[in-house]
């Protein structure tokens, strides 16, 4: 089981690195972290908050695009050039290839995000003329958004397994940008009364809470992140795409592949 | 295949032609709208909710944008001497929603704001809302007391509401000890060109930024010219009151033992000794923000604005 897990995830990974488009969106994503030095110099008394914002920034926006444009493929892709039905055909189980194709996609994206890290850290390096210890807090601004791909990836995979790619695409960036409400809805909830108050408060749980992910202005004003939220930030990404990536599963195990 | 390299000179003819001619239609473009209908329009939404809402949790990123919108619009009005900052408070009100921990925008922004025109906007009960807003959000920063109790002293000249900020200032954890001294001084001689002189000096020591430095340093040579003009037309008083006239030089107050050679300012110009004994800087244009000194009815020159001295080149 684990050899077919990891055959379905390196090979996915290896897909994934050889898309153009993902190029493409590194490239840019680097430019932009290259670019902020220069962005600072218009602005006043921001040099170092600028750039934390921006590469911070970049480094989860385009994780996201990545994650959602090639996500939406991971399924169809196989489905519309038949090799999924090799692939189903040797003794792979349909679970196997789901959970293949999520963690092949989180493999890219973390890679994709130690890239840029580095890029980031190097910028940093040039317009601070050094590192300080202070500059180790902005890695757990990374970590957060790196589970923000985790729940990313896994919605995207849940809607790609009954969805066409562009409606997938669709149904992802909107839940994104409805989970960077969340807390809106959790204050709406706490307004309302009777069945308004069940249904918002459920919806609230219902949709991603990328609020709590994000930490990107705590860091830049080297404010302290306590290891509880580290820890139930971490519980909560785990917890949330176990259940999408298993609601995927069995959405795609009911599917009639004929 | 032959066609096809044959081509490639066309085609880059073509896209050099096309891209030139697509700059050259831009910038007629831009003309015809005017430079500023650009900068005025886009980035600013009156709400600063909506804007957070729209940034999808990005506000950091967003914050910095807005704050160097509000930097580029102050920087270009100041540059061409304007009067009219409508712009400033709301953009610097929505960088401050987007991150109410950017002290930046509340320390230089409130100077932006309270500046009297064309040096800034003229708002300095808005500088202090501001202000009010930055320490509710941060009420350990003695920065923002120390700026509040500037625009009073300085903009406002509520001498009163300038001690209390100081004082809530000096009790903060962490506040410059010079916070507590200024408290003290401010309730004794509020007034004094001394006490502007040493605040002035204050915000100069503390401050990193090349443009708030270069404007604290012309404020404190205002004053410094401001306090001399006085001190000299003081010799003047006294030459007449044991002549009978005026001075006709000021080799006339040095013959009397009132004045050492001729007085120059800081900018190593001699002082206009004026024949109805009064004293004048020879270029107040290079002394911005003197009260004294200046010739009867002079109003600061307008500097060119760089495509006005462009054409001109």
């Known amino acids: 089981m684990i050899s077919r897990l990891s055959a379905i995830t390196f090979n996915t990974f290896r897909e994934a690195v050889r898309d153009r488009v993902l190029y493409n969106l590194i490239i840019f994503a680097l430019l932009l972290v290259a670019t902020a030095p220069l962005f600072s110099q218009i602005s006043l008394g921001i040099e170092k908050l600028i750039l934390v914002n921006a590469g911070l920034s970049a480094i989860s926006i385009f994780g996201i695009i990545i994650a959602i444009f090639i996500g939406i493929g991971l399924v169809s892709k196989e489905i519309e050039k038949k090799t999924l039905y090799t692939i189903l055909s040797r003794p792979v189980r349909r679970w196997e290839f789901i959970a293949g194709k999520y963690f092949g996609l989180l493999m890219t994206l973390v890679v994709n995000a130690f890239f840029m890290t580095a890029g980031f850290y190097l910028a940093l390096l040039i317009v601070s003329r050094g590192l300080a210890m202070d500059d180790a807090r902005l890695l757990i601004a990374i970590y957060f958004i790196i589970l923000e791909f985790f729940i990313v990836t896994a919605v995207t995979l849940l809607f790609s397994s009954f969805s066409t790619p562009i409606f997938a695409a669709i149904f992802a960036f909107a839940l994104f940008a409805i989970g960077t409400f969340s807390e809106d809805l959790h204050n709406f909830a706490s307004l309302a009364h009777g069945v308004t108050k069940w249904l918002a408060t459920g919806a609230a749980y219902l949709v991603p809470n990328f609020a709590t992910l994000n930490v990107i202005s705590q860091v830049a004003h080297s404010e302290s992140i306590s290891a509880k939220l580290v820890l139930f930030n971490t519980v909560y990404a785990l917890l949330y795409s176990l259940t999408a990536v298993v609601i995927a599963i069995v959405i795609f195990g009911r599917r009639n592949l004929k | ?313």
């Open chain 2, 1 to 313: 295949m032959k066609t096809s390299r044959k081509l490639v000179p066309l085609a880059v003819l073509l896209l050099v032609a096309a891209f030139s001619g697509s700059v050259i239609a831009l910038r007629g473009a831009e003309a015809a709208r005017g430079s500023r209908a650009t900068i005025e329009d886009v980035l600013y939404l009156p709400s600063p909710q909506a804007v957070k809402r729209l940034s999808l949790g990005y506000s950091g990123l967003l914050a910095d944008i807005y704050w160097t919108r509000a930097v580029q619009y102050f920087g270009q009005k100041h540059l061409a001497d304007e009067m009219n900052y409508n712009l400033l408070y709301p953009l610097l009100d929505i960088t401050t929603d987007l991150d109410p921990h950017l002290l930046i925008s509340y320390e230089f922004g409130s100077i932006f704001l309270s500046q009297p025109p064309p040096a800034g906007a003229g708002q300095p009960d808005k500088a202090v809302a501001l202000l009010e807003k930055g320490i509710r959000a941060n009420p350990d920063e003695w920065k923002l007391y120390f700026s509040l109790g500037f625009v009073n002293y300085m903009d406002r000249k509520d001498y009163k509401a300038a001690f209390l900020a100081f004082q809530r200032g000096s009790q903060t954890s962490h506040a410059h000890p010079w916070l507590k001294v200024m408290a003290a001084t401010m309730a004794q001689r509020a007034n004094e060109t001394a006490m502007a002189f040493e605040i002035w000096k204050f915000l100069d020591d503390t401050t990193q930024d090349k443009l708030i430095k270069e404007n604290a340093e012309q404020h404190m040579t205002a004053i410094v010219v401001d306090r001399t003009i006085m001190e000299l037309e003081r010799r003047i008083t006294i030459y007449t009151q044991r002549t009978g006239h005026p001075p006709a030089s000021w080799f006339d107050l040095g013959r009397e033992s009132l004045l050492s050679g001729v007085p120059l300012d800081p900018t190593e110009k001699p002082y206009k000794l004026m024949p109805g004994g009064t004293v004048e800087v020879a270029d107040p244009n290079s002394l911005p923000f003197i009260t004294k000194g200046l010739p009867p009815g002079w109003r600061k020159s307008t500097k060119p604005r760089p495509s006005e001295s462009n054409e001109q080149n």
